[in-house]
């Protein structure tokens, strides 16, 4: 199975900061990377796709990045609204896999 | 618009099974890849499986940890996907969530909102 690492486990920062996320997997994924965000309570919300393909209506200060095994989700101008959990995923192979989540804070 | 619905979510004995429902609309349910996720309490998400579209035969993957457990299977006549669990344990207990892939393609766009699965005595 392949082992996706997120990075850093929680974060704090302020209104108008830069935020970044780092997903390390255990072997290569071609760029079958995806991003959710998830508010306490809710379902996921799809972020972005193929390591940088953002869902339609998603705001353009969330972006992707990456290749081989290292993927970043960026979040240029942090707002309120962004305070939740950041999940990486792999669909490169079967099982799909998740990183372990990272928690954004707002200061 | 694109919609999932889960339901018969409940509490259920440890040994006991359930079947979850997963109602769809918006879309033409045989095109798509369907996947059960679920999240245990405070923890992270972990996939299931998945049903293939019609094109692919509607062909079923799973996780090893569920393979002998669960079965995912799909009325299109109902526009419905169900989660079959067998020998539920209290690990099991989460929020189990359908999850839509586009057409043609492998990632997740929709999710449903979820339902709760307590396995308790």
């Known amino acids: 199975d392949i082992q996706m690492t997120q990075s850093p486990s929680s974060v704090s920062a302020s209104v108008g900061d830069r935020v970044t996320i780092t997903c390390r997997a255990s072997?290569?994924?071609?760029?079958?990377l995806a991003w959710f965000q998830q508010k306490p309570g809710k379902a996921p919300k799809s972020l972005i796709y193929?390591?940088?393909s953002l869902h339609s209506g998603v705001p353009s200060r969330f972006s992707g990045s990456g290749s081989g095994t290292d993927y970043t989700l960026t979040i240029t101008s942090l707002q309120p609204d962004d305070s939740a959990t950041y999940f990486c995923?792999?669909?490169?192979?079967?099982?799909?896999?998740f990183g372990g989540g990272t928690r954004v804070a707002i200061k | 618009e694109v919609q999932l619905v889960e339901s018969g979510g409940g509490l259920v004995q440890p040994g006991g099974s359930l079947r979850l429902s997963c109602a769809v609309s918006?879309?033409?349910?045989?095109?798509?890849?369907i996947d059960w996720v679920r999240q245990a309490p405070g923890k992270g998400l972990e996939w299931v499986g998945r049903?293939?579209?019609?094109?692919?035969?509607?062909?079923?993957e799973y996780a090893a940890s569920f393979k002998d457990r669960f079965t995912i299977s799909r009325d299109n006549s109902m526009n419905s996907l169900f989660l079959q669990m067998n020998s539920l344990q209290t690990e099991d207990t989460a929020v189990y969530y359908c999850?839509?892939?586009?057409?043609?393609?492998?990632?997740?766009?929709?999710w449903g909102q979820g339902t709760l699965v307590t396995v308790s005595s």
């Open positions: 049903t293939r579209s019609k094109t692919r035969s509607y062909t079923t």
């Open positions: 918006g879309f033409t349910f045989s095109d798509h890849y």
């Open positions: 193929a390591s940088s």
């Open positions: 999850v839509r892939s586009p057409y043609n393609n492998y990632y997740f766009d929709y």
């Open positions: 072997q290569g994924i071609r760029n079958f």
């Open positions: 995923q792999q669909y490169d192979s079967f099982p799909l896999t």
